[in-house]
């Protein structure tokens, strides 16, 4: 039992103390001149008592009387042993010098070990000090997938009163949670140190690490997928590594020896530095697939666990709906024909408008006007060549149709300016806002120039899979450099905010940069791309379609990426981010059509939301407003890693689409990562501890043995700031007026 004691104290000045006594001395005298003057009346000897007994409480609350109550601490103090759980702790990367038969290097985990005894912490002569032992991790589900010091020292702060101090087992890579200096300062506050024993290696062991592999979530059959991936090395020499990648046909998983092919490829990673490359696949046939992407293990490799990726695929035949819309047949649009033509995943159409003469183009897979609202939401790319509001070209009403077709329904849009300027009428219609770049008003015909030009790469483009045109990043920036030049270019003064300039001029700047040439942006469901010049035919310069159909290519599907994750005949599934992990949110998008192709703007759109486990969770999607009409939205969070089911259905249509969604595990506790013993040397600063490694941590036993027994609890309870006190004083009040009513005083 711990022994408590109490006193009262009052926190005012001592002048003050004198004159609040002088105060009742002077109003018990006058209580009693006026009860003398009554006759000695009984009435009136209780209503001055009770006037008196009202200006002592008065006084008595000035002067902030206080409930001091002492908690004196028990005989035996705690000492708190606080030690890591997550899983980076895992980590493969102690090795101790002094064992010369060790081969392989232990984990953290296995290190602190030998330090989960009592009497390894416990001094000789503190036979009263209580030893606990406290894991931590975090608050997740999993808690092992994240490490929080914050919540851990806090915790043991509130649960253990007595406290005389804490010994730390960490590696210090925290990654949720509040900053453990919070916990950290109040630790100080409350005089109580913090002894860190830090774990781990605070340099990069031996090691080749698969970093990443960023596979989509479809892909098409017999179609060439390029996979790219990251391969990161902390080992002193360069390595040829060849990396394998294995597709498991999930459709029969009774015979997975004739279901599995492998593609391989050898790669260069310099030392202590990353490659990135792509890994070529080509899907056999529909249908689900795990891709599996492995690289050997080193002989100088101390960590093999991070050697390997999986990620589900869905494979399926593909038809892109294509509209290329044109005003002359000049030759970028020729070659664009061409290319799309000849793609055959992709269904052509397109419109000449001739504005100067009487009829538009016409011939195989041409149309003879533009489409109504219902026929362009079949299309999943438009490409706006040279064309602007005006006579015989678009309308108002179809600039709005293509602006609710990418907002709305995730289709792409392609702006292609020109040598007549026609781009210049866009600038203030409904696809203002879709444009990516800003037009020079002062040059709507572009600049023309004598001699070639040339795209440069950004750093965004050197990494995109839009402007991919070479196998790895270097050959890549040498294709670029290599690629036939241009001799216009249309006059932008710049990108707008929100956008990605994948390329620009390499030579000629505005005052905001060097002028942007290839620019990306998102627009509400959908996707836009801005080409600014009209010589990307001229690629086929002496290797004929390799540069100019793949670019195309590649523009075509990036473009119609979201829209085609689910499809059925009259519904459409898409969702953002593609490949999520445990927490995200997760964006839900439909699109519904009517039996006429009309899409439809109202109703009921609810998605049924399986989880790995079996778990069912309803969602119910909102009709958007706006620019959004047409569309359906909504989120969910996923709480578990693995493959999910999405099955959407509209309850006035009666149509539905399935889909799988593949949620990554947590990413915050990664293994391999460097120990962080800076914030464990921050924590044990602030507290007035230190940071010790683990083979020196018995030298903490002289500092646990110099702590000083915790000093009493003091709990104040505010006597004068009571809400009881506040209530009596009121109840007094309240009986003295009426009792000065009843005895007839004014």
Known sequence: MQEQQGNLEFFSSGTFLGLSLAVIIVAGILCWLAWCRSGYSKKTAVLEFLRLVLICMVVVTLNQPEWLQTQLPDRRSTLAVLWDTSNSMKTRDVIDSQDVEQRDPKSRAETIQSLMSEEIWKPSDASDLNVVFEPFSSQLDPAE???????????????????????????????????????????????????????????????????????????????????????RSTLGQDRDVNVTLTQVYKGDLRDNINNKSTVSKLIRVPAMNQAQ??????????????????????????????????????????????????????????????????????????????????????????????????????????????????????????????????????????????????????????????????????????????????????QLGQRSLLTRLGETEELNRQVWRTLPGFYWYAAVKRAKAGTETLAVHNEVATTSGRVPLIVSKTYGAGKVLFMGTDSAWRWRQGVEDKYHYRFWSQVARWMAYRRQMAQGESMRLFFSPDRPHVDDVVMLNANVNDPLGTPVDRGSVVVQVISPSGKTQTIHLQPGKGDAIGLFAGSFTPKESGNYQLVASSIETGASVQTDLSVQGLNREQQGRLARFEVLDEIAKITDGRLVSVSEARSLLDDLAALPEPEPTVHRTRIWAHPLWAGLLILLLGVFWVARKMSGAV
Request: with cysteine; proline share 7%.
């Open 145 to 231: 997938e994240a490490t929080d010091l914050n919540a851990g020292l806090t915790q043991v702060l509130d649960t253990h009163a007595n406290l005389r101090g804490v010994v730390l087992l960490s590696d210090g890579d925290w990654n949720i949670g509040n900053s453990p200096v919070e916990a950290a300062t109040r630790f100080r506050m409350r005089g109580i140190p913090v002894f860190a024993v830090g774990v781990g290696s605070k340099v990069p062991l031996p090691d080749l690490e698969l970093v990443s592999m960023d596979a989509p979530t479809f892909a098409v059959v017999n179609k060439q997928l390029r996979i790219p991936f990251v391969v």
């Open 277 to 458: 490359e792509n890994m070529v696949w080509t899907p056999p046939a529909v249908g689900d697939y795990l891709l599996t992407m492995r690289i050997p293990r080193d002989t100088q490799e101390l960590i093999p666990e991070n050697n390997e990726i999986s990620v589900p695929i869905s494979v399926r035949k593909e038809q892109l709906k294509v509209l290329v819309v044109e005003s002359y047949p000049r030759w970028e649009y020729r070659y664009l024909r061409n290319a799309l033509e000849r793609d055959p995943g992709v269904e052509l159409t397109c419109l000449l408008f001739h504005p100067k003469l009487s009829k538009v183009g016409g011939g195989r897979s041409y149309i003879k006007n533009f489409p109504t609202t219902n026929e362009l939401s079949r299309y999943d790319v438009v490409f706006l060549g040279d064309v602007g509001v005006k006579e015989k070209q678009l309308t108002i009403e179809q600039a709005r149709d293509l602006r609710q077709l990418v907002s709305a329904q995730a289709s792409g849009l392609v702006f292609m300016p020109g040598r007549t300027g026609m781009h210049e009428s866009l600038m203030s219609g409904p696809l203002a806002d879709l444009y990516p770049v800003v037009l020079d008003a002062a040059t709507p015909y572009g600049v023309g120039a004598a001699t070639q030009g040339y795209f440069a790469l950004t």
